[in-house]
T-cell receptor
Framework: EDKVVQSPLSLVVHEGDTVTLNCSYE??????LLWYKQEKKAPTFLFML????IEKKSGRLSSILDKKELFSILNITATQTGDSAIYLC???????????FGGGTRLMVKP | DTGVSQNPRHKITKRGQNVTFRCDPI?????LYWYRQTLGQGPEFLTY????????KSRLLSDRFSAERPKGSFSTLEIQRTEQGDSAMYLC?????????????????FGNGTRLTVT
């Protein structure tokens, strides 16, 4: 059975701190790893990673995938209160199939 | 708004009643997915469609659950004889899959969900 595990479960930091969120996966016929941010409603897409060792960046967020060790990290630098959310990672079996999600990391950024 | 749209936003029902939710995906997307999310958990896969064909169902999808996508556009998820354990957020997502030397897929884009409360 496919499994995705995220750590830590929750994290409280102050504005300006840098955080690293972890995601390990066991997904049959793994194709890609996706990160989402979920505030109150819909998970919103952040990154999709298919290749090992290639960092993807979007502003203060970056992510990288290690397909040998079966994990990914999401980094957020210079955190802001607007970064407070649940961050979800998900493994995808092949290009079109469903995602298996981890339980999420709840990040709270205090002013 | 060209995102994924779900209706209703909230549904409160009594145990034993039937409920139906609707999802309108992004128009050019050919794949449509249903997920269920309970408090403190990540979304759990229920089922997905490629156009009008239902290609996979999770074992979480009991006989009381049925989903359709009759014309390959919008989809409905019906829960019959609701139970308190069905209380959750039901999320719909869509994506585009195409073939170019192998299958390629866009990220899933999610709607805002339907929150179901069974009393």
């Amino acid at each position: 059975e496919d499994k995705v595990v995220q750590s830590p479960l929750s994290l409280v930091v102050h504005e300006g701190d840098t955080v690293t969120l972890n995601c390990s996966y066991e997904v049959t016929n793994f194709r890609s790893l996706l990160w989402y941010k979920q505030e109150k409603k819909a998970p919103t897409f952040l990154f999709m990673l298919t290749s090992s060792g290639i960092e993807k960046k979007s502003g203060r967020l970056s992510s990288i995938l290690d397909k040998k060790e079966l994990f990914s990290i999401l980094n957020i630098t210079a955190t802001q209160t607007g970064d407070s959310a649940i961050y979800l990672c998900a493994g995808r079996e092949s290009a079109g199939n469903m995602l298996t999600f981890g339980g999420g990391t709840r990040l709270m950024v205090k002013p | 708004d060209t995102g994924v749209s779900q209706n209703p936003r909230h549904k409160i029902t009594k145990r034993g009643q039937n409920v139906t939710f609707r999802c309108d995906p992004i128009s050019e997307h050919n794949r449509l997915y249903w997920y269920r999310q309970t408090l403190g958990q990540g979304p759990e896969f229920l089922t997905y469609f490629q156009n009008e064909a239902q290609l996979e169902k999770s074992r979480l999808l009991s006989d009381r659950f049925s989903a359709e996508r009759p014309k390959g556009s919008f989809s409905t998820l019906e829960i019959q004889r609701t139970e308190q354990g069905d209380s959750a957020m039901y999320l719909c997502a869509s994506s585009l899959v195409w073939w170019a030397g192998g299958a390629r897929g866009s990220p899933l884009h999610f709607g805002n969900g339907t929150r179901l409360t069974v009393t």
